[in-house]
């Protein structure tokens, strides 16, 4: 490989950034209403939004809500997927229950939560967790169900007792599969946290968002959908850089390469 | 009627002390039966009687679905019978343990651990320390013939490669007994005759006891001691072979000496390959 062409091969995310800017920027230019300002008189919003303490607190707020969801969704999600792949009982328990829940928008679920737990941190965060619990429980236990029988075996004759093939043979035979299920799940925790502070319209980035929308504010509203953008794009980026670290020993070998060049 | 000067543990069991030392896997009787769907069920084993003496190479031959690696997966303790017992040195076998080491035709190595740290995984596991551990292992990936490449992942390997880190992977934590579950049948024909040769040269030296699955005559001449036939569904012990071949066998010399040509012409006639003869189990 050329090192031409793998900088054009690193530099392509942001190569399609500056060109959805620009067709934004031309679309906006030539629509020319109020409610869609330009791209570039969006971008000068940011550092407005991001200076005013008030609104940063806000915004911080907000990822400090999705991290503790996010965090406690994976911590429990994990081992339940697991025990599900691993355990016929376990999941016939918890499996039709799972499925009950799966195709309810966890945001329609914000109401009754508000009614219970208050327009807080506790139920925005409930309902994040919630959001990231579905796709991890899901992908940890399609990925111990695929664990190989004859390795669980080896690590029977070595002398492994059951829980310890759990947490040393399933756990990192099933992490790829697991870390595809987290990084969705961080993406959906994003989306919660946005939807989440629509509705219970207390702080956050949603909040201030919608509140913007309300005051007919569209370069702030405009400015805040990139602030939020760009966070899902270097949580995206950031956590597959872990993800990677963490699973190279299953990746197919060119993209290790391409990964090391 | 009295029996002096006997052990009480050996009353009655009709094995005398010289036999009971020489036996390191009996099984009695054993018998295996699977549920299907449908309440009907399907008898793999029917009635085995098998004795591995200690340092004996056996080979299990037989047809596919003869049940011959659900024996082998008994004595691992993988899978319990429906009847019957297996013992290792004269004790049942309820589980698997670190004396008895499979070795798979899926190879079944940790992907996440480099070669060095398959081999190792056994021994760490039985408390051995790291740097001690590690130059066992460094010794054990030299013989193999895998110098050079103890620090890669198991996918960066070929599938003779990936065999022969799971045998040292077996051999490291050194188990009285190797249960090798047709492990060069997913291999090339020469990289499986090389790896017949080179597992030869390493139990020659050692002469652990070796329990072989094979659906390969050749193989099972080539390697063993002794030839058990099976027949199939459901799988019976059709004949025992004893195989009177002088050790170290080499493999040009054997092909052309006439003994190892009868016996494999006439174990070949053991085999009822029936109607179909589709593939490997």
Redo the contacts between chains.
């Keep these: 490989m050329t090192s031409a062409r793998s900088i054009v091969v690193k530099l392509s995310p942001l190569l399609a950034c500056l060109g959805l800017l620009a067709v934004w920027q031309v679309a906006a230019l030539w629509l020319d209403t109020e409610s869609f300002p330009t791209a570039w008189h969006a971008l000068q919003t940011v550092p407005q939004v991001l200076g005013d303490p008030e609104q940063l607190l806000n915004i911080l707020d907000s990822i400090r809500r999705m991290v503790i969801g996010f965090s406690l969704a994976v911590v429990i999600s994990i081992p339940l997927g697991l025990a599900m792949g691993r355990s016929a009982r376990v999941s016939a328990f918890f499996n039709p229950l799972l499925m009950m829940i799966y195709p309810v928008p966890k945001a329609a679920l914000m109401p009754i939560i508000m009614l219970w737990l208050g327009v807080g941190d506790a139920s925005k965060t409930l309902v994040i967790f919630l959001g990231v619990s579905l796709p991890v429980i899901y992908h940890s236990f399609q990925g111990a169900k695929a664990v190989?029988e004859?390795?669980l075996?080896?690590g029977?004759?070595?002398?492994?007792s059951g829980l310890q093939r759990m947490i040393r043979?399933v756990l990192?035979?099933a992490?790829p599969e697991i870390l595809t299920g987290c990084r969705t799940g961080l993406v959906l925790a994003l989306i919660t946290m946005v939807t989440s502070e629509m509705i219970a319209r207390q702080s956050g980035a949603g909040n201030i968002l919608f509140n913007a929308m309300d005051m007919a504010q569209y370069d702030t509203v405009f400015a805040m959908i990139i602030i939020i953008g760009a966070l899902g794009i270097v949580l995206d980026a950031a956590f597959d850089k872990l993800r990677w670290r963490l699973?190279k020993?299953?990746e197919p070998?060119q993209e290790i390469l391409l990964g090391a060049s | 009627m009295q029996v002096p000067l006997r052990p009480e543990s050996e009353a009655g069991t009709g094995v005398t002390s010289g036999e009971r030392a020489r036996a390191m896997i009996e099984i009695a009787s054993v018998s295996k039966r699977f549920e299907t769907s449908g309440r009907k069920s399907h008898l793999a084993l029917s009635d085995i009687k098998l004795t591995v003496d200690d340092g004996a190479f056996v080979s299990i031959l037989g047809p596919s679905g003869c049940g011959k690696s659900t024996l082998l997966y008994i004595v691992g303790g993988f899978v319990a019978p429906s009847e019957g017992v297996a013992r290792m040195k004269g004790a049942a076998i309820t589980g698997p343990g670190p004396d008895r080491g499979p070795v798979f035709q899926e190879f079944a190595l940790f992907p996440w651990k480099t070669v060095l740290g398959n081999v190792m995984y056994g021994l760490r596991q039985q408390g051995v320390k790291r740097t001690e551990a590690e130059a066992q292992s460094l010794h054990l990936i030299e013989m193999v013939g895998l110098k050079g490449f103890e620090h890669f992942y198991p996918k960066e390997l070929s599938g003779g490669m990936k065999q022969r880190v799971a045998i040292a992977r077996t051999l490291a934590y050194r188990p009285s007994v190797l249960l090798m579950d047709e492990p060069f049948g997913a291999l090339d024909a020469h990289t499986r005759t090389r790896l017949q040769n080179d597992l030869l040269n390493i139990w020659e030296r050692d002469r652990k006891t070796v329990l072989f699955v094979t659906h390969s005559v050749e193989e099972a001449v080539f390697l063993s001691d002794k030839v058990v036939v099976m027949t199939r569904a459901p799988g019976r012990i059709k004949e025992i072979v004893d195989i009177d071949l002088p050790r170290p066998r080499v493999r040009a010399e054997l092909l052309l000496d006439s003994h190892y040509q009868k016996y494999v012409v006439d174990i070949e006639g053991m085999i009822d390959d029936g109607r179909d003869d589709a593939g490997h189990s």
């Design positions: 190989e004859k390795m075996w080896s029977a004759a070595m002398g492994l043979i990192p035979a992490l699973v020993w299953a070998h």
